[in-house]
């Protein structure tokens, strides 16, 4: 998959990317967030695969791309038989995030990106558009740290294996309302805590990698969101768990349907009985070969953002793989125009 596949996402999420950039401090997030999901589907339906959705731009958005269990693909179309071989063909799974941080790319901050993940059909947790409690951590910690503990007890597992004072931790939470104990413990126990508006895959990604200051994240943000971070996370060896949140008064802000009782009651209808159950990377994530991509729209801690110049742009990806094992940063500049030859003077 990663030799068939590997380039073509990468050029799919730079793809969505350049195009959000566009937008970049214009106040525009719904119109970021568009054109994003436009050049992600035009490129991704470009590719010879027959790939299908699993999660996408939202079950409640009624979204007219991207859509949850939409088929993409040259080999999704009617004539796919002239193109495809069937006998040869593998079904392919795939959670997109075409502008993930929609407020950071219209206010012109830090941390936005396009992602997406894929794997063999079935391979990724079709998350409802729920909530979900995370943990994240770095390799050193995975299987050590656990969700069902509080803070204070992961911090000191977390401190214990990676050698290091818990003051020298750093934590990345939601600023949100529903986090108000959450930081207050972390500071309590002796870390420090880096707040962000938006963006948790970012955050929950970087605790794999040494060097980014950040050791954990912490706390509740989007479920689709986390199955993304968690595939990140399963090819990077790191540590992530995700509960899913299905009670509207622990989440205090966003949607998450009418009653805590009719989300339980829907999340049977999706196969889910245990709505407490506690997820790793590897469940949630669970294909044989599993890809993440990912580009940055604004500047992050792991890559830079969409840069232009006149006739181009500039874009740095990461692309992570199960089956290579390996973590490529893609540094790329893109020519808009024919380049023009040269007049003497």
């Known amino acids: 998959m990663e030799n068939t596949l590997g380039l073509e996402i990468i050029e799919v999420v730079e793809q969505a990317a350049i195009a959000s950039a566009k937008w970049m401090g214009k106040g525009e997030k719904n119109t970021a967030d568009h054109v994003a999901v436009e050049a992600m589907r035009e490129r991704m339906n470009k590719i010879h695969m027959r790939g299908r959705i699993v999660i ?3 079950e409640r958005d009624e979204a007219p791309m991207l859509y949850i269990g939409e088929e993409v693909g040259i080999c999704t179309r009617e004539d796919a038989k002239d193109y495809c071989n069937p006998d040869e063909l593998v079904e392919i799974d795939i ?4 502008c993930e941080g929609t407020n950071l790319v219209a206010y012109g901050q ?3 990106m396009a992602v997406l993940a894929i794997s063999e059909k079935g391979g990724l947790f079709a998350a409802p558009d729920f909530y979900m409690k995370k943990l994240a951590a770095p390799p050193v910690a995975k299987g050590h ?9 992961n911090l000191k597992i977390l401190s214990d294996c990676m050698n290091r004072s818990i003051e020298e931790l750093v934590v ?4 949100r309302p529903r986090h108000k104990e959450l930081i207050q413990e972390i500071r309590q126990a002796g870390a420090r805590v880096r707040l962000i508006s938006d963006g948790d895959v970012s955050a929950a990604i970087s605790c794999a990698f040494s060097g980014t200051n950040i050791h954990a994240l ?6 689709p969101e986390g199955v993304i971070s968690a595939a990140a996370m399963r090819c990077l060896g790191g540590h992530f768990q995700g509960q899913l949140i299905y009670d509207p008064e622990v989440v205090k802000t966003g949607l998450i349907g009418e009653s805590k009782e009719g989300n339980i009651a829907r999340l049977k209808e999706m196969g889910i009985n245990n709505p407490d159950r506690v997820y790793n990377c590897e469940e949630l994530a669970s294909g044989e070969t599993v890809l993440f991509a990912a580009c940055g729209i604004t500047p992050g801690t792991l890559m830079e953002g969409v840069r232009f110049f006149h006739g181009g742009a500039r874009t740095q990806s990461l692309v992570i793989s199960t089956q290579s094992k390996t973590a490529r940063f893609v540094d790329t500049v893109h020519l808009f125009d024919e380049p023009k030859t040269l007049q003497l003077r």
Do not use: L, Q, R
């Open 110 to 112: 830090n941390g936005s």
């Open 218 to 223: 912490m706390g509740i943000g989007a479920a």
């Open 95 to 98: 959670a997109v995030d075409p």
């Open 145 to 153: 740290v656990d969700i069902n503990k509080s803070a204070t007890e």
């Open 172 to 175: 990345v939470v939601m600023d």
């Open 56 to 58: 996408g731009e939202g």
